[in-house]
């Protein structure tokens, strides 16, 4: 499976993102899509989770609310819908796949997209 990401950018505090995750290869053996997220200086952190069937999302404390997952199998694509961004949202944005079950360790995932970068900045 291969993961690319895009979408990132500059954006004021308040405003609203969009991230996409386009998946191709043995698209067929994901069952679940994350998005994590990497500030400078920190570990990477989970920001949620996405059956790739069922559509069913869990997120981390910090984007409960705010952030909203979603995905088109047809154009085996995943989306990560960011509104009220604040500058602590600063980061490289990932999305992984993970071939069974749901999780929110990076290290449990089986294939990751390159990252896009998300500046939140007046």
């Known amino acids: 499976v291969q993961l690319q990401a895009s979408g990132g950018g500059l954006v004021q505090p308040g405003g609203s993102l969009r991230l996409s995750c386009a998946a191709s290869?043995?698209?067929?053996?994901?069952?679940?899509m994350g998005w994590f997220r990497q500030a400078p200086g920190k570990e990477r952190e989970f920001v949620g989770v996405i059956s790739w069937t069922a559509g069913t999302a869990y997120y981390a404390d910090s984007a409960e609310g705010r952030f909203t997952i979603s995905k088109d199998n047809a154009a085996n694509m995943v989306y990560l819908q960011m509104n009220s961004l604040k500058p602590e949202d600063t980061a490289i944005y990932y999305c992984?796949?993970?071939?069974?079950?749901?999780?929110?360790?990076?290290?449990?995932?089986?294939?990751w997209g390159q990252g896009t970068l998300v500046t939140v900045s007046s």
């Open positions: 992984a796949a993970r071939t069974e079950g749901y999780t929110a360790v990076p290290g449990t995932y089986n294939y």
């Open positions: 290869g043995r698209t067929f053996s994901i069952y679940a």
